[in-house]
């Protein structure tokens, strides 16, 4: 427990920003009415797979 607590300054903007973009994906696959796939299916990725299931639902899920 030591060796994390000098450490956790470093990584509570990561987390937050991390949350930020979770929220963001979440809040855009919400309100958008078509994306590539299923919204559950695109649900599913967006939660299961932190931090890169937002990041993949920006580049492929959306249709613009």
Same mark, same amino acid.
């Given at each position: 427990?030591?060796?994390?607590?000098?450490?956790?300054?470093?990584?509570?903007?990561?987390?937050? !920003?991390?949350? +930020? %973009?979770?929220?963001?994906? *979440?809040?855009?696959?919400?309100?958008?009415?078509?994306? @590539?796939?299923?919204?559950?299916?695109? !649900?599913?990725? +967006? %939660?299961?797979?932190?931090? *890169?299931?937002?990041?993949?639902?920006?580049?492929?899920? @959306?249709?613009?």
């Amino acid at each position: 427990m030591d060796k994390i607590i000098p450490i956790i300054p470093y990584l509570i903007p990561v987390a937050v !920003l991390f949350l +930020i %973009l979770l929220v963001a994906a *979440l809040v855009d696959l919400v309100k958008r009415e078509k994306t @590539r796939g299923s919204k559950w299916l695109w !649900l599913i990725i +967006i %939660l299961a797979s932190q931090p *890169l299931g937002p990041i993949i639902y920006f580049a492929f899920g @959306r249709v613009d």
